[in-house]
């Protein structure tokens, strides 16, 4: 009885809490909160496209407004979605977490733009102007986008070769004995070696620069996933064996059925290390040995002092990399939404 009268006091003691939360968030307070948070990026906007047009008065050259028109197009739109997001839950709760962020991305823009066109605390050319940075994206697109193309074209090559010939070595290791006892001291030899450092190596072996770039991303792949599927494929619980080998699986289901499921989440942390390790391979390869791509224009660009083009596809290579990590991140919670709650997410 005592603890049926503790249970029932726990449950309406949680159930005032909630009804408390309810009210606290509409609160006048929250709304204002709220309001606050909505408002960052339309006055962040605001700010820096007085600060730009103040700024771009005193230039010896004028510049194009490319960048005002950026600019408006983001206070723009903020308004737009400041008054959307009335009428659509969800674009408000997107709007709720991200105005922070995008505010002080438009406040770091501001602030670049006050240092080098304003205050030029920063020598030209090596520090151009988010004007600048701009119109070299605009000037440079045709060219910016073929390498783009060609970078991704290279990259999946090298990391999709590299993934595949990782898996089966890291669960013959990880399952095998025999082959454990030969893959880890190449594991340990090999691995540790930079890829990078095969490049010299790989452009005399290889019989073109660009079959030399895939294997050598796919080398920066291969270590760390091998390693992790080995780790994750040895360490998977015996209990599970012994259940699966009691209702009569053979070696095939214990594999595939079994021990790889359980190695999920540390493949999956060796492809995201695979992943960073093949966007520095390509970046260097690009640049020593393949004539094409993001690595060989970012180049390209600095030997013409040609700076502004240099951001410019130092701004499309963060773009390009962030959005395949998502994607590679949408992909492991479509995996492994079974271990939600089970492990930090």
Same mark, same amino acid.
Not at 307 to 333: E, H, P, Q
């Given at each position: 009885?005592?603890?049926?009268?503790?249970?029932?006091?726990?449950?309406?003691?949680?159930?005032?809490?909630?009804?408390?939360? *309810?009210?606290?968030?509409?609160?006048?307070?929250?709304?204002?909160?709220?309001?606050?948070?909505?408002?960052?990026?339309?006055? *962040?906007?605001?700010?820096?496209?007085?600060?730009?047009?103040?700024?771009?008065?005193?230039?010896?050259?004028?510049?194009?407004?490319?960048?005002?028109?950026?600019?408006?197009?983001?206070?723009?739109?903020?308004?737009? *979605?400041?008054?959307?997001?009335?009428?659509?839950?969800?674009?408000?709760?997107?709007?709720?977490?991200?105005?922070?962020?995008?505010?002080?991305?438009?406040?770091?823009?501001?602030?670049?733009?006050?240092?080098?066109?304003?205050?030029?605390?920063?020598?030209?050319?090596?520090?151009?102007?988010?004007?600048?940075?701009?119109?070299?994206?605009?000037?440079?697109?045709?060219?910016?986008?073929?390498?783009?193309?060609?970078?991704?074209?290279?990259?999946?090559?090298?990391?999709?070769?590299?993934?595949?010939?990782?898996?089966?070595?890291?669960?013959?290791?990880?399952?095998?004995?025999?082959?454990?006892?030969?893959?880890?001291?190449?594991?340990?030899?090999?691995?540790?070696?930079?890829?990078?450092?095969?490049?010299?190596?790989?452009?005399?072996?290889?019989?073109?620069?660009?079959?030399?770039?895939?294997?050598?991303?796919?080398?920066?792949?291969?270590?760390?996933?091998?390693?992790?599927?080995?780790?994750?494929?040895?360490?998977?619980?015996?209990?599970?064996?012994?259940?699966?080998?009691?209702?009569?699986?053979?070696?095939?289901?214990?594999?595939?059925?079994?021990?790889?499921?359980?190695?999920?989440?540390?493949?999956?942390?060796?492809?995201?290390?695979?992943?960073?390790?093949?966007?520095?391979?390509?970046?260097?390869?690009?640049?020593?040995?393949?004539?094409?791509?993001?690595?060989?224009?970012?180049?390209?660009?600095?030997?013409?002092?040609?700076?502004?083009?240099?951001?410019?596809?130092?701004?499309?290579?963060?773009?390009?990399?962030?959005?395949?990590?998502?994607?590679?991140?949408?992909?492991?919670?479509?995996?492994?939404?079974?271990?939600?709650?089970?492990?930090?997410?």
């Amino acid at each position: 009885m005592n603890t049926s009268a503790q249970d029932t006091h726990d449950a309406v003691q949680m159930s005032e809490e909630k009804v408390a939360r *309810a009210g606290s968030i509409g609160s006048p307070a929250a709304s204002r909160a709220r309001a606050r948070t909505l408002l960052a990026i339309p006055v *962040a906007a605001s700010v820096a496209l007085g600060v730009h047009l103040f700024v771009s008065k005193n230039q010896p050259v004028p510049e194009t407004n490319s960048y005002s028109v950026f600019l408006g197009i983001i206070l723009g739109s903020a308004g737009v *979605a400041a008054v959307a997001q009335s009428f659509w839950s969800h674009l408000r709760r997107w709007m709720l977490h991200m105005c922070p962020i995008i505010a002080a991305a438009v406040c770091l823009l501001c602030f670049w733009e006050v240092i080098t066109s304003g205050l030029r605390l920063l020598p030209l050319p090596y520090f151009p102007s988010p004007a600048a940075v701009l119109q070299s994206l605009i000037d440079d697109r045709g060219m910016l986008f073929h390498s783009t193309c060609n970078s991704l074209i290279l990259l999946l090559s090298g990391y999709l070769l590299g993934l595949a010939v990782a898996v089966v070595t890291g669960v013959s290791i990880g399952w095998l004995n025999q082959a454990r006892y030969w893959g880890m001291p190449l594991l340990k030899v090999v691995g540790p070696i930079p890829a990078t450092a095969w490049i010299p190596l790989a452009m005399v072996l290889s019989p073109a620069p660009r079959f030399s770039a895939v294997g050598i991303i796919a080398l920066a792949v291969w270590f760390p996933v091998t390693m992790l599927t080995a780790s994750g494929i040895s360490n998977t619980r015996a209990s599970y064996v012994d259940v699966a080998r009691t209702l009569g699986a053979g070696r095939a289901y214990l594999i595939f059925r079994v021990a790889i499921p359980a190695a999920m989440p540390s493949i999956f942390i060796g492809l995201f290390m695979g992943l960073g390790a093949a966007f520095l391979t390509l970046v260097v390869a690009e640049t020593v040995g393949v004539k094409s791509g993001l690595g060989w224009y970012v180049a390209w660009a600095q030997g013409w002092a040609e700076y502004g083009k240099v951001y410019a596809a130092l701004v499309i290579m963060a773009a390009f990399f962030s959005t395949i990590m998502t994607l590679l991140f949408k992909v492991r919670d479509r995996v492994l939404v079974w271990q939600k709650g089970v492990i930090k997410w």
